[in-house]
């Protein structure tokens, strides 16, 4: 499956962004997807992810509250909205998706979006 993530932006904090992460080339309900981020010298991390059927959902606990993960299995495409955004949310956000349960370690993802660059300042 190839992922391609849209949406990024220079914001000011408080503001919001919707991500999109369009998916092509599988059976897009076939996959849990996933949300990551990386900042400028700093690892890749989780965000959020959920199920297919979106019935089990994980955020990090830096977000939850803040950002919603969200997918239309009719359009192919998963969603991150960002609430209330902070110059700490600055990064490349990343989509994936893999087979299987849903988990929040990067290596277990299969596939992944060529990232989308959020920036956070004032």
């Known amino acids: 499956v190839q992922l391609q993530a849209s949406g990024g932006g220079l914001v000011q904090p408080g503001d919001s962004l919707r991500l999109s992460c369009a998916a092509s080339?599988?059976?897009?309900?076939?996959?849990?997807m996933g949300w990551f981020r990386q900042a400028p010298g700093k690892e890749r991390e989780f965000v959020a992810a959920?199920?297919?059927?979106?019935?089990?959902?994980q955020y990090a606990g830096s977000v939850k509250g803040r950002f919603t993960i969200s997918r239309d299995n009719a359009k192919n495409t998963v969603y991150l909205q960002t609430n209330s955004l902070k110059p700490e949310d600055t990064a490349v956000y990343f989509c994936?998706?893999?087979?299987?349960?849903?988990?929040?370690?990067?290596?277990?993802?299969?596939?992944w979006g060529q990232g989308t660059l959020v920036t956070v300042s004032s």
């Open positions: 994936a998706a893999k087979i299987g349960v849903i988990d929040a370690t990067y290596a277990t993802y299969k596939y």
């Open positions: 080339g599988g059976t897009f309900s076939n996959y849990v």
């Open positions: 959920l199920t297919w059927n979106s019935v089990r959902i």
